[in-house]
């Protein structure tokens, strides 16, 4: 056997030792695992005399094996028969080592894949698919193959009430920054027609070669989740409104104690003109106000708001209803903006404000007259930015409420300072319009307007 090259560094053996033995010093240093099949598989190609190639493990100096490819060439007399073999021998090692890697690499992706509860998607540059992997068919109905050729698109899926959503959604992650992610809940339509819900995760990128944009997320079915919580919604719903019917009529025990009260002490002749008996009333009117706001809460299809403006005029209607004035015609103008709705922490003080100031104008205004105006207007103006959860600006999600409150009577007497009034009608009103971190202008002319401005940040 001849042999030429690096033999030391892959064998361990110097030129001249090999040279005078036989391939038994060859088959000695294959991998004992292989030793018989690299025989084996000499022979027949020999026999068949084609050229081929081997790859097995040899053991080198140290006496480790590495990996070696083998190409042989087969010499042929002139009767078509092999004498002689020319093969060249080369160290593979590093490059079985990085096949070795990548197919334990290609496993464990196969086997997260298997595994993976959602679809595992790549977009090129148009949002066509690139790969899908994953639940793709258990999820939508529809194969990987019939995404990947086209048959079916995703945008085809998704539910005709959330298409616009999502769009919006996908021109807004083309003109993002790299890398910054997106998620999204919305319903598609399975193969079937079955509505699901599903969650989208992704984002933008681009590869390290400097080209087209790509795309990259996951989808994951929450259906189940969002029918848990939609039947949660259901369930508090219903518990809140119990809850706020409950109150409600506390409140109106309250009430009517109150006005038991005020009866007791009507009885007493030392005290029938007294402001007692007006003090009683009031607190109860002031009860009831409260209680009204419970009880469209309880008729309310909102879970913990309130459409304020049905309920301003139930409230104004009672107030005119208690408080009807004698041989005094006064007409009501409600100009207030439909749909607003508010949350407790709003309507009760604003409620309980126009209580005061309408009661204090059906009581006051009017002295000696037979026609009097009082007019309510409720408008809104959103203003104002706020970061999302993506840290974009969103216009106008702040929104500025002003309520005015007028009447054509008589005036505020001068010497009451509406700053620190002495009256605790007034000094109730100032203490919520506080709470409301609004504001309170008094406006005297040709009558009395109060204007109030305060802000709502959404929850």
Request: aromatic letters at 8%; glycine letters at 6%; a negative charge.
């Given at each position: 056997m001849f042999w030429l090259g690096a033999t030391r560094e892959l064998m361990g053996c110097e030129l001249e030792d090999l040279e005078s033995v036989d391939t038994q010093v060859w088959l000695n240093q294959i991998h004992p695992e292989e030793c018989n099949k690299i025989w084996e598989d000499f022979g027949k190609y020999l026999e068949k005399g084609e050229n081929f190639q081997l790859e097995y493990r040899i053991m080198e100096a140290n006496k480790n094996y590495i990996w070696v490819e083998e190409d042989v060439v087969c010499l042929k007399d002139e009767n078509g028969n092999v004498n002689r073999v020319?093969?060249?021998?080369?160290?593979?090692?590093?490059?079985?080592?990085?096949?070795?890697?990548?197919?334990?690499?290609?496993?464990?992706?196969?086997?997260?894949?298997?595994?993976?509860?959602?679809?595992?998607?790549?977009?090129?540059?148009n949002l066509f698919p690139e790969f899908m992997h994953g639940r793709v068919e258990e999820i939508t109905g529809y194969s990987e193959k019939e995404f990947l050729s086209g048959q079916v698109l995703w945008l085809d899926l998704i539910h005709p009430d959330d298409k616009p959503l999502v769009i919006v959604d996908i021109e807004r992650i083309q003109t993002s920054p790299y890398n910054l992610s997106r998620k999204l809940d919305f319903r598609i339509l399975d193969k079937n027609g079955r509505k699901r819900w599903v969650h989208l995760r992704y984002h933008?990128?681009?590869?390290?070669?400097?080209?087209?944009?790509?795309?990259?997320?996951?989808?994951?079915?929450?259906?189940?989740?969002?029918?848990?919580?939609?039947?949660?919604?259901?369930?508090?719903?219903?518990r809140n409104k119990e809850?706020?019917?409950r109150i409600k009529?506390?409140?109106?025990?309250?009430?009517?104690?109150?006005?038991?009260?005020?009866?007791?002490?009507?009885?007493?002749?030392?005290?029938?003109?007294?402001?007692?008996?007006?003090?009683?009333?009031?607190?109860?009117?002031?009860?009831?106000?409260?209680?009204?706001?419970?009880?469209?809460?309880?008729?309310?299809?909102?879970?913990?708001?309130?459409?304020?403006?049905?309920?301003?005029e139930r409230l104004v209607e009672n107030l005119f209803r208690i408080y009807r004035i004698e041989n005094v015609d006064v007409n009501l103008i409600m100009d207030v903006e439909k749909n607003i709705f508010f949350d407790m922490d709003t309507a009760v003080p604003l409620g309980m404000i126009v209580n005061e100031l309408v009661s204090n104008s059906l009581k006051y205004a009017f002295p000696d007259r037979d026609k009097g105006i009082i007019q309510i207007k409720l408008s809104s103006k959103r203003t104002g930015h706020?970061?999302?959860?993506?840290?974009?600006?969103?216009?106008?999600?702040?929104?500025?409420?002003?309520?005015?409150?007028?009447?054509?009577?008589?005036?505020?007497?001068?010497?009451?300072?509406?700053?620190?009034?002495?009256?605790?009608?007034?000094?109730?009103?100032?203490?919520?319009?506080?709470?409301?971190?609004?504001?309170?202008?008094?406006?005297?002319?040709?009558?009395?307007?109060?204007k109030i401005g305060f802000s709502v940040e959404p929850r």
């Open positions: 020319f093969g060249i021998i080369k160290d593979i090692t590093e490059r079985k080592l990085t096949e070795e890697k990548l197919k334990v690499s290609e496993e464990k992706y196969r086997s997260f894949i298997q595994k993976f509860d959602g679809i595992a998607f790549q977009l090129d540059e933008k990128f681009q590869e390290k070669d400097g080209g087209d944009d790509k795309y990259r997320g996951t989808i994951y079915d929450i259906t189940e989740r969002r029918i848990a919580e939609d039947t949660l919604k259901k369930i508090e719903a219903i809850i706020h019917h009529n506390n409140l109106q025990v309250i009430s009517s104690l109150l006005d038991l009260q005020a009866e007791k002490f009507n009885n007493r002749e030392c005290i029938k003109d007294s402001e007692v008996l007006a003090a009683f009333k009031e607190s109860q009117y002031r009860v009831m106000s409260i209680a009204l706001i419970h009880e469209e809460l309880h008729k309310s299809e909102e879970r913990n708001t309130l459409n304020f403006s049905p309920y301003l706020k970061l999302n959860d993506n840290r974009e600006n969103v216009p106008g999600t702040s929104t500025r409420y002003t309520l005015a409150i007028s009447d054509s009577g008589v005036g505020i007497p001068q010497e009451i300072n509406f700053e620190n009034p002495d009256t605790l009608g007034l000094q109730l009103v100032n203490v919520l319009v506080d709470q409301l971190d609004g504001e309170i202008e008094l406006i005297k002319n040709r009558g009395t307007t109060f």
